[in-house]
């Protein structure tokens, strides 16, 4: 099955500084990519996905890009705010189906620090 | 976006009593639905599939017998913790993918119910 590692585990950026979370995954079957990001106590929210098909995306501040071949995708925050300080976890699904299970990374804990 | 919520949102109980936690998808339907557990400070660790009208698809090293996976309707499933235990204490959250044509469908969580077994 699909494993996801996701570096690093805590991050601390200044504030408006940009940060970068990078994720590899194992199954070369899996095609999509979703980015959640999880306040304490709080449900995780989706703020960016990528499909295999496609190697760069982006949504204002946040950009996702993805390499199949090296089977790496990474997480840029541009402009970093006090609001982005949360959990993130990258995610991979293990199929093509909107069903498949999604295997998530171990989260990265972002500070940002005024 | 869709919205997914679970009942209870907290619970606590004691050792040796069984718990149930209700997903549900609210604005469409979810032939599957998927349950996670997350301990203080980890990653989502899925625990089984939930089908709609068939056996749940459980996860390596989770114990079928112990948490119970029911999903009756194609809004609601329900994970029972059977005979808890301290150690059974988590954040239980569920996600459903939407329905419709377009294949890379986003999966909405449920808020979590976190559960204290004493």
Redesign the interface.
């Given at each position: 099955g699909e494993n996801v590692e996701q570096h690093p585990s805590t991050l601390s950026v200044q504030e408006g500084d940009s940060a970068v979370i990078k994720c590899t995954y194992s199954d070369s079957a899996s095609n999509?990519f979703?980015w959640y990001k999880q306040e304490l106590?709080?449900?995780?929210?989706?703020i960016i996905?990528i499909?295999s098909n496609v190697g760069e995306k982006k949504d204002q501040r946040i950009a996702v890009t993805l390499n199949k071949t090296a089977k790496h995708f990474s997480l840029h925050i541009t402009e970093t705010q006090p609001e982005d300080s949360a959990?993130y976890?990258c995610a991979a699904r293990e199929g093509?189906?909107?069903?498949d299970?999604?295997?998530?990374?171990?989260?990265t804990?972002l500070h940002i620090l005024p | 976006g869709a919205v997914v919520s679970q009942h209870p949102s907290w619970v606590i109980c004691k050792s040796g009593t069984s718990v149930k936690i209700e997903c549900r998808s609210l604005d469409f339907q979810a032939t599957t639905m998927f349950w996670y557990r997350q301990f203080p400070k980890k990653s989502l660790m899925l625990m089984a599939t939930s089908n709609e009208g068939s056996k749940a698809t459980y996860e390596q090293g989770v114990e079928k017998d112990k948490f119970l996976i029911n999903h009756a309707s194609l809004t609601l499933s329900t994970l029972t913790v059977t005979s808890a235990h301290p150690e059974d204490s988590s954040f239980y959250i569920c996600s459903a993918p939407t329905s419709g044509r377009e294949i890379y469908n986003e999966q909405f969580f449920g808020p979590g119910t976190r559960l204290t077994v004493l």
């Open positions: 999509y979703p106590g709080k449900r995780p929210q989706l996905d499909r959990v976890f093509p189906a909107r069903d299970k999604i295997i998530f990374g171990k989260g804990r | -």
